[in-house]
């Protein structure tokens, strides 16, 4: 199957700092990029959906000024965690979708994110 | 509205048993994708299976076979004689070509 490569896979970054994390597919060209949340425990929370070219669209609850996000190519999508704070630890996970609606959808391998 | 249960929030097992991973399902789209995935400790989802809407034929994999029934909207897993490098969060997810949705994930505990 096709192939998302996320990184860094893990980041321990001092709180007020900035983080990026990107997702690139690496054979494919990807219109669409998610990106999703996961706290311990729990299930993946989608956070922003972002289209390459366009702005990202948010889900309900998502500060799209703390979690930015940028979609400039068809192959890279990047997720910027600003003024990252320790509630902001978490795992963030990528997926990228070929052809734009109704293409088939693949996961990076997720970065772990500690602010300490 | 989309939606995906996953009722059976932890299950343990001894090596060697069968055991079942319930995922039910709600949709009104009727072209959809429905996935298994696994999640081991170290974070990464790894591909299972994926099933079309349009396919009910059931799969076996190996130890792995899928139940699926639209009657019921259910799409269940099923590993035969379990090891201990099963234990690991499984979550059953649909697409709808717009968005995924993911059940909340079974933690899957299989002990020696």
């Known amino acids: 199957g096709a192939v998302v490569s996320q990184h860094p896979s893990w980041v321990i970054c001092k709180s007020g700092t900035s983080v990026k994390i990107e997702c690139r597919s690496l054979?494919?060209?990807?219109?669409?990029m998610f990106w999703y949340r996961q706290f311990p425990k729990q299930s993946l929370m989608l956070m922003a959906t972002s289209n390459e070219g366009s702005k990202a669209t948010y889900e309900q609850g998502v500060e799209k000024d703390k979690f930015l996000i940028n979609h400039a190519s068809l192959t890279l999508s990047t997720l910027t965690v600003t003024s990252a704070h320790p509630e902001d630890s978490s795992f963030y996970i990528c997926s990228a979708r070929e052809f734009g609606t109704g293409g088939e959808a693949f996961f990076g391998q997720g970065t772990r994110l500690t602010v300490v | 509205a989309q939606k995906v249960t996953q009722a059976q929030t932890e299950i343990s097992v001894v090596e060697k048993e069968d055991v079942t991973l319930d995922c039910v399902y709600e949709t009104r789209d009727t072209t959809y994708y429905l996935f298994w995935y696994k999640q081991p400790p170290s974070g990464e989802l790894v591909f299972l299976i994926r099933r079309n809407s349009f396919d009910e034929q059931n799969e076996i994999s190996g130890r792995y076979s899928w139940n699926f029934q639209k009657s019921t909207s259910s799409f269940n897993f099923t590993i035969t004689a379990s090891q201990v490098v099963d234990s690991a969060v499984y979550f059953c997810a649909l697409d709808n070509f717009n968005k995924f949705y993911f059940g909340s994930g079974t933690k899957l505990n299989v002990k020696p």
């Open positions: 054979d494919f060209q990807a219109t669409t």
